[in-house]
């Protein structure tokens, strides 16, 4: 959409601007309608899936539409991969409809609005920051537009006022002399009047209908669609984290009055000041804690390589899930510290230090290195839990934020060796959690954690964890129910939901069987609706009863039997 103004009071200054008014195109005012109205019935009492998809593909196209062939977004790199993840995100609801590519598809689009406000933005971050500070300034702003315009509408002195009487006296003659030649010509022709009667019939059954389906939510809910359509399609500058982000560099600089980084609270009789240690000082205190925090991390490591890495197998004493969760995250605690303390260092004039710079940055270096064969180990350990217990939502969280970490700590070798600031860094770091994001958008995990809990080298099984999972995953759960005759643990969550029971294989059949006959009745077409599909429960539906999505009589493929 078309760029609006901030208008600024003459004489004052940037800081101090006056409500926004905002003076709408045709084109937007069209947009605005359609999606507030697209909204409404895409998303009113629906799942998400199709829906999601073409609201966005909706905010896409009105944007694009608006954009000038000149403007600056064209030519912005983050505009047109936030773009391409936008889409890509978006296909994922249409695909999977998984919690992951929901998250993304929301993100990824609110990110390129940001982008989409102030191009030249190159943290991921201040871009989400500023679509969400467009839509607070703007919604107000057009909303109070439309209650002013419907005040003035009623006041006689007004041209708004004058032009709606003129209107409705205009039409007012013409719908008199239609009312009347409907009469005669219903009187005189039998077949005439059948039809118009059965037309008003079907008139008078919409607008039941319609009056029916308004109430107070649905209002609200169509306010908030309404309010979704405008900050999404109506721009108004947003400089705020512009102007913020314009202060930062992607290198440090060195600074000539302010060497020190920390400081040691010295005593004085008049008042209590901070007297900062040298640089040499500073760069000695680095050293020594690089050499020591090195020398106990390769004992660390040396432990892990020798116990984790090779021939792991765990006693019987071992508790495998203390093993796993507290050891993982001190270590991912201890690995988060050490990056900070680099930052810490390596911040400002330390980066300039000549003498010892080399030495300092090599031991930086080991300690990265040492850091990353701790990420390792604690990727082994998710391992042997996940070989060991099976596969849940956490196990697959912390391999996606131990690949972030892998990154983070390359990005620290950028920094030590190549004096980055921590602005690139978080700008780098950004980019990475949204790649992240849009891979764990792209998997089918619930399905991955089905096939892989239920093999048959498990003795133990969380069913209640698989039951409550999508519905795209029951033909596997069904197709796989078999297995669960030769589980020795089957736990399931008591009636109260505070409670952990273990089940009998033919009673974990019996809820098996429930969960699927339940979801084939939820998902007959008179509950679900177009705007909720989603290709994996179509498939899903197709696979459990042998007939597309559109059939009525619900029957068990010959492929999976109960």
Same mark, same amino acid.
């Given at each position: 959409?078309?760029?609006?103004?901030?208008?600024?009071?003459?004489?004052?200054?940037?800081?101090?601007v006056?409500?926004?008014?905002?003076?709408? *195109?045709?084109?937007?005012?069209?947009?605005?309608?359609?999606?507030?109205?697209?909204?409404?019935?895409?998303?009113?009492?629906?799942?998400?899936? $199709?829906?999601?998809?073409?609201?966005?593909?909706?905010?896409?196209?009105?944007?694009l539409?608006?954009?000038?062939?000149?403007?600056?977004?064209?030519?912005?790199?983050?505009?047109?991969?936030?773009?391409?993840?936008?889409?890509?995100?978006?296909?994922?609801?249409?695909?999977?409809?998984?919690?992951?590519?929901?998250?993304?598809?929301?993100?990824?689009? *609110?990110?390129?609005?940001?982008?989409?406000?102030?191009?030249h933005?190159?943290?991921?971050?201040?871009?989400l920051?500023?679509?969400? @500070?467009?839509?607070?300034?703007?919604?107000?702003?057009?909303?109070s537009?439309?209650?002013?315009? $419907?005040? !003035?509408?009623?006041?006689?002195?007004?041209?708004?006022?004058?032009? /709606?009487?003129?209107?409705?006296?205009?039409?007012?003659l013409?719908?008199?002399?239609?009312?009347?030649?409907?009469?005669?010509?219903?009187?005189?022709?039998?077949?005439?009047?059948?039809?118009?009667?059965?037309?008003?019939?079907?008139?008078?059954?919409?607008?039941?209908?319609?009056?029916?389906?308004?109430?107070?939510?649905?209002?609200? #809910?169509?306010?908030?669609?309404?309010?979704?359509?405008i900050?999404?399609?109506?721009? /108004?500058?947003?400089?705020?984290?512009?102007?913020?982000?314009?202060? #930062?560099?992607?290198? /440090?600089?060195?600074?000539?009055?302010?060497?020190a980084?920390?400081?040691?609270?010295?005593?004085?009789?008049?008042?209590?000041?901070?007297?900062?240690?040298?640089?040499?000082?500073?760069?000695?205190?680095?050293?020594a804690?690089?050499?020591?925090?090195?020398l106990?991390?390769?004992?660390?490591?040396? !432990?892990?390589?020798?116990w !984790?890495?090779?021939?792991?197998?765990?006693?019987?004493?071992?508790d495998?899930?203390?093993?796993?969760?507290e @050891?993982?995250?001190?270590?991912?605690?201890?690995i988060?510290?050490? %990056?900070?303390?680099?930052?810490?260092? #390596?911040?400002?004039?330390l980066?300039?230090?000549?003498?010892?710079?080399?030495?300092?940055?090599?031991?930086?270096?080991?300690? /990265?290195?040492?850091?990353?064969?701790?990420? !390792?180990?604690?990727?082994?350990r998710?391992?042997?839990?996940?070989?060991?217990?099976?596969?849940?939502?956490?196990?697959i @969280?912390?391999?996606g934020? $131990?690949?972030?970490?892998?990154?983070?700590?390359? *990005?620290?070798?950028?920094?030590?060796?190549?004096?980055?600031?921590?602005?690139?860094?978080?700008?780098?770091?950004?980019?990475?959690?949204?790649?992240?994001?849009?891979?764990?958008?792209?998997?089918?995990?619930?399905?991955? %954690?089905?096939?892989?809990?239920?093999?048959?080298?498990?003795?133990?099984?969380?069913?209640?964890?698989?039951?409550?999972?999508?519905?795209?995953?029951?033909?596997?759960?069904?197709?796989?129910?078999a297995?669960?005759?030769?589980?020795?643990?089957?736990?399931?969550?008591?009636?109260?939901?505070?409670?952990?029971?273990?089940?009998?294989?033919?009673?974990?059949?019996?809820?098996?069987?429930?969960?699927?006959a339940?979801w084939?009745?939820?998902?007959?077409?008179?509950?679900?609706?177009?705007?909720?599909?989603?290709?994996?429960?179509?498939?899903a539906?197709?696979?459990? *009863?042998?007939?597309?999505?559109?059939?009525?009589?619900?029957?068990?493929?010959?492929?999976?039997?109960f």
């Amino acid at each position: 959409m078309s760029t609006l103004a901030t208008p600024v009071l003459p004489g004052a200054s940037s800081a101090r601007v006056i409500p926004l008014r905002l003076p709408l *195109t045709a084109l937007q005012k069209l947009l605005l309608s359609l999606g507030a109205i697209g909204f409404d019935v895409l998303f009113w009492n629906q799942n998400v899936g $199709l829906n999601v998809a073409l609201y966005t593909l909706f905010v896409v196209v009105g944007t694009l539409v608006g954009l000038p062939a000149h403007a600056p977004q064209w030519r912005s790199t983050t505009f047109r991969a936030t773009l391409l993840g936008t889409l890509l995100s978006a296909g994922l609801v249409v695909w999977y409809a998984s919690g992951a590519a929901k998250l993304a598809c929301v993100a990824s689009l *609110t990110i390129w609005l940001g982008y989409r406000n102030q191009p030249h933005l190159k943290l991921v971050a201040y871009a989400l920051l500023t679509a969400l @500070g467009n839509l607070l300034r703007v919604v107000p702003a057009v909303l109070s537009g439309l209650l002013h315009i $419907l005040h !003035i509408s009623r006041t006689s002195s007004s041209p708004w006022g004058g032009r /709606v009487r003129f209107y409705a006296r205009l039409l007012v003659l013409p719908l008199v002399v239609l009312f009347v030649f409907h009469i005669l010509f219903s009187m005189a022709n039998p077949v005439y009047s059948q039809l118009s009667s059965k037309v008003l019939a079907q008139l008078g059954d919409w607008l039941t209908w319609l009056l029916s389906g308004i109430s107070v939510p649905h209002l609200l #809910f169509f306010l908030v669609g309404l309010s979704v359509t405008i900050g999404a399609l109506v721009v /108004v500058p947003f400089h705020f984290f512009a102007d913020s982000e314009s202060r #930062f560099g992607e290198f /440090v600089r060195r600074q000539r009055n302010r060497v020190a980084s920390f400081g040691v609270r010295q005593p004085d009789f008049s008042r209590r000041t901070f007297r900062t240690l040298d640089l040499r000082k500073e760069y000695l205190a680095a050293l020594a804690v690089f050499g020591l925090v090195n020398l106990l991390l390769l004992a660390v490591n040396a !432990i892990d390589i020798s116990w !984790i890495w090779f021939g792991f197998t765990p006693g019987p004493s071992l508790d495998l899930t203390q093993f796993v969760h507290e @050891g993982t995250y001190v270590l991912i605690l201890s690995i988060l510290v050490a %990056m900070g303390i680099m930052l810490w260092f #390596f911040r400002r004039n330390l980066n300039f230090y000549g003498r010892g710079l080399s030495a300092l940055r090599w031991g930086a270096t080991v300690w /990265v290195v040492q850091n990353a064969v701790l990420v !390792i180990s604690v990727g082994l350990r998710n391992y042997y839990y996940i070989l060991y217990s099976g596969l849940a939502y956490k196990r697959i @969280g912390v391999y996606g934020f $131990l690949l972030l970490t892998l990154f983070g700590l390359g *990005t620290i070798l950028l920094k030590v060796w190549q004096r980055r600031s921590a602005y690139s860094l978080v700008r780098l770091n950004g980019w990475a959690s949204y790649v992240v994001l849009l891979l764990l958008a792209a998997g089918n995990w619930e399905v991955w %954690m089905v096939r892989y809990n239920l093999q048959p080298r498990f003795r133990q099984v969380d069913l209640d964890f698989l039951l409550t999972m999508p519905p795209r995953v029951l033909p596997e759960l069904a197709a796989r129910q078999a297995i669960l005759d030769g589980m020795n643990s089957i736990a399931v969550t008591s009636p109260d939901g505070y409670h952990e029971n273990h089940v009998q294989p033919a009673e974990a059949r019996r809820l098996v069987q429930e969960r699927v006959a339940q979801w084939l009745v939820e998902y007959g077409p008179t509950h679900r609706q177009w705007q909720s599909w989603n290709w994996a429960e179509a498939s899903a539906y197709t696979q459990l *009863t042998g007939q597309p999505t559109a059939a009525h009589s619900p029957r068990l493929s010959p492929r999976v039997r109960f």
